[in-house]
C-alpha cells in the first residue's frame, strides 16, 4: 500500500537536557549528538552511559532476586544427583527453541538424563497438554522445567502434580491472577519479584537460571573433577532468542545480545554456520538487523510450518554437514512461509480498502478458515506497522478459532484480553503479542469488545505512526567520526532504535527510482552532498521534484559497495518544510 501525502508520519523530537548532555561529552569524550541521543533514551549519567556503550558480564544482576530461584535451582539440583528423569517443555517460537537447545545442552553436557518435547503448533498448540504429560508418565519422568509458557497452565500441571510430576517454571509472560501448583514459579513479572529488569526474554530467564545452577552446582562440589562449563558460550543462543521475541535491548539484553553477536559472526555453532551459509551471509558481520531478518525467521519456519523439533536439531548438533541438511529444510519452510504470509496480507489489505467502516476502526479482528495458523501472528505485526493498530488475526477450523494479536506500545494487548476473557477459551501472552483460542460464534462480539476496549483506553493520537527524532543537526555534523560512535549504539532494537536524526532545508539535486520502488535522493545542505535511499518510496519522486528544499529524517550509516566505503543516509520520512511539525 503506497501513502500518498509527506511526511508519511507525525514526526517528534526528543527534547533535550544541555547541562547533562554537556557532561556526557565530557567525561566520555562523546559527540554532542550522541550524548543527545543517550539522553533521548533516558541515560542521564556517566556511569549509565558507560555502562551502556561497553556492555559487560560482570553488569549482570544476581540471579537468585528472581523470585523462586532458589526453589527451582534446588529442585533440579536434587533431580540431578537423584539422577531423576526430566523433561524440558517448550514453545515453538525463536524464543523457546533456543530456552529448550540452552537447558537441555548444559544438562545434557554434565551427563543428566534430560529429554525434551515442543508441542505441534496446529494440532496441539500452545502450552502444557494432558496428552504429553501421559506420555511423560509412561516414560517415568518426574521433573517437567517448562520455558517461555506454563504461567498459565493451571489445571495441566495440577494433573502433573497427581501422578508425582514436579513442574519448574521459567516463563515471561504476564501473570495470571491464579497461579499454578508447580515447584517454583521463575518470573520476574511477578508482581512480589525484586530482580531489577523485568524485560527478560523466556531464553534470558534460563540464562540465569543456569548461572544460578551452576553456582549452587560448584559450591555443592560437582565439579571437583570435572572441567566447569563456560556459560558464555551459550550467548549466540540467548541472542537469538531474546531478539527473536522483540524484547527490549535495554540492561541485561542489551549484554546477551552484543556479546552474542560477536559469537554469532565468529560462526563456532554448527547450526548457525549452516543457516549463515543458506542465508548467503557466511561472511559478514551478523548484527540485529542481520539476525532478526536473515537467521530468526527461519529458525521460527520451522515451527510455522512444520515442526520446532527440526530446529532445536540445527542448535544442538556439531555435525556441519547434518547442520547443512537441517537448514536446507528450514529454507524451504522459510519460503513456504513467505508466500502463505504474502497470499493472506494481500487479501486482508484489499478487504480493508474495500470496507469503509475499516478506516474508523481502532483495531482490527479478522478471521478466516483458509489462514495458516502458523503465519498469522506475522501478518497481525504487518497489520500494525501499516495502520498502527493493534490487530488479531483467527484461523478457523471445526468451529474454533486460534489467533494471534499484536499491539502497539500505547495498549497492553494481554491486559485488554483480561476484559474480553468472557468470550475466550483461553489466553496468554504479554504486552505486544498475545494468542487466544475462541468459539467461532463468538468472534464477532469479540471483536465489538475488543474494540470498545481500546477505543476507552487508547488516544486517537496513539493510533498515529510516529517518527522519533533523537537530534536535529547540520548535514555537515554528519561525517565517519560521528558514524562511528553511533555504531557503538548497537546493537539496535526494541527499546533501543538505531538513531533518527533531522537536517532542515536541504535541497535535491538528483533522483531517480531503483530496484523494487527504492527512492535514491542525492542532497545537499551545509556545503556538503551526500546519497540516500528511500525503500519502497519511489512513487514520491514527482513530488519531490516541485520543491526546493525539503526536511529529512533519516539514519547516517557507511554504505559498502564493490569495496568502496561511502557515507549513505537511510531515510525514514521527508517533508515538505510548509507540512511538517515537530514536536
Given at each position: 500500500?503506497?501513502?500518498?501525502?509527506?511526511?508519511?508520519?507525525?514526526?517528534?523530537?526528543?527534547?533535550?537536557?544541555?547541562?547533562?548532555?554537556?557532561?556526557?561529552?565530557?567525561?566520555?569524550?562523546?559527540?554532542?549528538?550522541?550524548?543527545?541521543?543517550?539522553?533521548?533514551?533516558?541515560?542521564?549519567?556517566?556511569?549509565?552511559?558507560?555502562?551502556?556503550?561497553?556492555?559487560?558480564?560482570?553488569?549482570?544482576?544476581?540471579?537468585?532476586?528472581?523470585?523462586?530461584?532458589?526453589?527451582?535451582?534446588?529442585?533440579?539440583?536434587?533431580a540431578i544427583h537423584g539422577r531423576e528423569k526430566t523433561l524440558i517443555y517448550g514453545d515453538y517460537d525463536v524464543d523457546g527453541v533456543t530456552s529448550v537447545t540452552l537447558l537441555y545442552k548444559f544438562l545434557q553436557n554434565i551427563h543428566h538424563p534430560v529429554s525434551y518435547y515442543i508441542p505441534d503448533r496446529v494440532s496441539e498448540g500452545y502450552g502444557l497438554h494432558n496428552t504429553a504429560i501421559e506420555k511423560m508418565i509412561a516414560d517415568n519422568v518426574s521433573l517437567i522445567v517448562t520455558v517461555d509458557c506454563g504461567i498459565s497452565d493451571y489445571e495441566q500441571i495440577a494433573y502433573a502434580r497427581t501422578h508425582g510430576i514436579d513442574t519448574i517454571i521459567l516463563d515471561h509472560h504476564e501473570v495470571p491472577e491464579n497461579l499454578p501448583g508447580a515447584v517454583a514459579i521463575i518470573n520476574p513479572n511477578r508482581g512480589e519479584c525484586k530482580f531489577p529488569f523485568k524485560g527478560l526474554a523466556a531464553v534470558g530467564i534460563v540464562f540465569n537460571f543456569l548461572i544460578a545452577l551452576r553456582s549452587k552446582l560448584r559450591a555443592d562440589g560437582f565439579w571437583s573433577e570435572k572441567k566447569y562449563p563456560n556459560l558464555k558460550e551459550y550467548l549466540d543462543l540467548v541472542a537469538l532468542?531474546?531478539?527473536?521475541?522483540?524484547?527490549?535491548?535495554?540492561?541485561?539484553?542489551?549484554?546477551?545480545?552484543?556479546?552474542?553477536?560477536?559469537?554469532?559472526?565468529?560462526?563456532k555453532r554448527a547450526g548457525l554456520k549452516a543457516l549463515k551459509e543458506?542465508?548467503?551471509?557466511?561472511?559478514?558481520?551478523?548484527?540485529?538487523?542481520?539476525?532478526?531478518?536473515?537467521?530468526?525467521?527461519?529458525?521460527?519456519?520451522?515451527?510455522?510450518?512444520a515442526s520446532a523439533t527440526e530446529a532445536v536439531r540445527l542448535l544442538l548438533t556439531e555435525d556441519i554437514e547434518e547442520a547443512r541438511e537441517i537448514a536446507r529444510n528450514l529454507?524451504?519452510?522459510?519460503?513456504?512461509?513467505?508466500?502463505?504470509?504474502?497470499?493472506?496480507?494481500?487479501?486482508?489489505?484489499?478487504?480493508?480498502?474495500e470496507k469503509s467502516d475499516f478506516k474508523n476502526m481502532n483495531s482490527f479482528v479478522l478471521a478466516s478458515p483458509r489462514w495458516h495458523p502458523g503465519v498469522i501472528g506475522i501478518v497481525a505485526s504487518r497489520l500494525v506497522d501499516i495502520y498502527c493498530r493493534p490487530s488479531i488475526l483467527i484461523s478457523l477450523k471445526d468451529g474454533i478459532g486460534k489467533g494471534s494479536g499484536r499491539s502497539i506500545p500505547e495498549f497492553n494487548i494481554y491486559q485488554g484480553l483480561k476484559k474480553c476473557d468472557s468470550?475466550?477459551?483461553?489466553?496468554?501472552?504479554?504486552?505486544?503479542?498475545?494468542?487466544?483460542?475462541?468459539?467461532?460464534?463468538?468472534?464477532?462480539?469479540?471483536?465489538?469488545?475488543?474494540?470498545?476496549?481500546i477505543r476507552n483506553e487508547v488516544n486517537v493520537t496513539d493510533l498515529t505512526i510516529h517518527t522519533y527524532i533523537d537530534a536535529q543537526c547540520n548535514l555537515?555534523?554528519?561525517?565517519?567520526?560521528?558514524?562511528?560512535?553511533?555504531?557503538?549504539?548497537?546493537?539496535?532494537?526494541?527499546?533501543n532504535p538505531e538513531p533518527v536524526l533531522c537536517v532542515r532545508n536541504i535541497s535535491v539535486t538528483s533522483q531517480a527510482v531503483v530496484g523494487n520502488n527504492h527512492l535514491w535522493l542525492r542532497v545537499t545542505g551545509d556545503g556538503v552532498s551526500y546519497r540516500s535511499i528511500w525503500f519502497s518510496k519511489?512513487?514520491?519522486?514527482?513530488?519531490?521534484?516541485?520543491?526546493?528544499?525539503?526536511?529529512?529524517?533519516?539514519?547516517?550509516?557507511?554504505?559498502?559497495?564493490?569495496?568502496m566505503f561511502d557515507i549513505q543516509l537511510k531515510m525514514k520520512d521527508i517533508a515538505l518544510p510548509a507540512n511538517v511539525s515537530i514536536r
Amino acid at each position: 500500500m503506497n501513502i500518498t501525502t509527506l511526511p508519511t508520519t507525525q514526526w517528534k523530537l526528543n527534547e533535550s537536557n544541555g547541562m547533562i548532555e554537556d557532561a556526557l561529552v565530557r567525561d566520555l569524550g562523546l559527540h554532542p549528538i550522541i550524548s543527545q541521543i543517550l539522553t533521548s533514551r533516558q541515560i542521564m549519567t556517566s556511569h549509565e552511559a558507560f555502562r551502556y556503550l561497553y556492555p559487560s558480564l560482570n553488569d549482570l544482576h544476581n540471579p537468585f532476586l528472581i523470585i523462586d530461584m532458589h526453589k527451582g535451582v534446588q529442585r533440579l539440583v536434587n533431580a540431578i544427583h537423584g539422577r531423576e528423569k526430566t523433561l524440558i517443555y517448550g514453545d515453538y517460537d525463536v524464543d523457546g527453541v533456543t530456552s529448550v537447545t540452552l537447558l537441555y545442552k548444559f544438562l545434557q553436557n554434565i551427563h543428566h538424563p534430560v529429554s525434551y518435547y515442543i508441542p505441534d503448533r496446529v494440532s496441539e498448540g500452545y502450552g502444557l497438554h494432558n496428552t504429553a504429560i501421559e506420555k511423560m508418565i509412561a516414560d517415568n519422568v518426574s521433573l517437567i522445567v517448562t520455558v517461555d509458557c506454563g504461567i498459565s497452565d493451571y489445571e495441566q500441571i495440577a494433573y502433573a502434580r497427581t501422578h508425582g510430576i514436579d513442574t519448574i517454571i521459567l516463563d515471561h509472560h504476564e501473570v495470571p491472577e491464579n497461579l499454578p501448583g508447580a515447584v517454583a514459579i521463575i518470573n520476574p513479572n511477578r508482581g512480589e519479584c525484586k530482580f531489577p529488569f523485568k524485560g527478560l526474554a523466556a531464553v534470558g530467564i534460563v540464562f540465569n537460571f543456569l548461572i544460578a545452577l551452576r553456582s549452587k552446582l560448584r559450591a555443592d562440589g560437582f565439579w571437583s573433577e570435572k572441567k566447569y562449563p563456560n556459560l558464555k558460550e551459550y550467548l549466540d543462543l540467548v541472542a537469538l532468542g531474546t531478539i527473536g521475541d522483540i524484547s527490549p535491548l535495554i540492561d541485561e539484553n542489551r549484554i546477551f545480545a552484543k556479546i552474542g553477536l560477536d559469537l554469532m559472526t565468529e560462526g563456532k555453532r554448527a547450526g548457525l554456520k549452516a543457516l549463515k551459509e543458506i542465508s548467503g551471509i557466511e561472511s559478514q558481520i551478523v548484527d540485529s538487523g542481520k539476525a532478526s531478518f536473515c537467521l530468526i525467521p527461519r529458525i521460527n519456519a520451522a515451527g510455522r510450518i512444520a515442526s520446532a523439533t527440526e530446529a532445536v536439531r540445527l542448535l544442538l548438533t556439531e555435525d556441519i554437514e547434518e547442520a547443512r541438511e537441517i537448514a536446507r529444510n528450514l529454507e524451504a519452510y522459510n519460503r513456504k512461509r513467505q508466500s502463505l504470509e504474502k497470499a493472506i496480507l494481500s487479501e486482508i489489505l484489499g478487504e480493508i480498502g474495500e470496507k469503509s467502516d475499516f478506516k474508523n476502526m481502532n483495531s482490527f479482528v479478522l478471521a478466516s478458515p483458509r489462514w495458516h495458523p502458523g503465519v498469522i501472528g506475522i501478518v497481525a505485526s504487518r497489520l500494525v506497522d501499516i495502520y498502527c493498530r493493534p490487530s488479531i488475526l483467527i484461523s478457523l477450523k471445526d468451529g474454533i478459532g486460534k489467533g494471534s494479536g499484536r499491539s502497539i506500545p500505547e495498549f497492553n494487548i494481554y491486559q485488554g484480553l483480561k476484559k474480553c476473557d468472557s468470550l475466550l477459551l483461553s489466553y496468554g501472552g504479554h504486552r505486544y503479542a498475545a494468542g487466544i483460542s475462541i468459539k467461532e460464534e463468538d468472534v464477532e462480539d469479540f471483536a465489538n469488545l475488543f474494540e470498545e476496549v481500546i477505543r476507552n483506553e487508547v488516544n486517537v493520537t496513539d493510533l498515529t505512526i510516529h517518527t522519533y527524532i533523537d537530534a536535529q543537526c547540520n548535514l555537515n555534523d554528519i561525517n565517519h567520526d560521528l558514524i562511528s560512535q553511533i555504531n557503538r549504539l548497537a546493537p539496535f532494537g526494541s527499546k533501543n532504535p538505531e538513531p533518527v536524526l533531522c537536517v532542515r532545508n536541504i535541497s535535491v539535486t538528483s533522483q531517480a527510482v531503483v530496484g523494487n520502488n527504492h527512492l535514491w535522493l542525492r542532497v545537499t545542505g551545509d556545503g556538503v552532498s551526500y546519497r540516500s535511499i528511500w525503500f519502497s518510496k519511489g512513487h514520491f519522486i514527482n513530488q519531490l521534484s516541485h520543491h526546493p528544499t525539503l526536511d529529512i529524517a533519516f539514519t547516517p550509516q557507511i554504505n559498502n559497495w564493490n569495496g568502496m566505503f561511502d557515507i549513505q543516509l537511510k531515510m525514514k520520512d521527508i517533508a515538505l518544510p510548509a507540512n511538517v511539525s515537530i514536536r
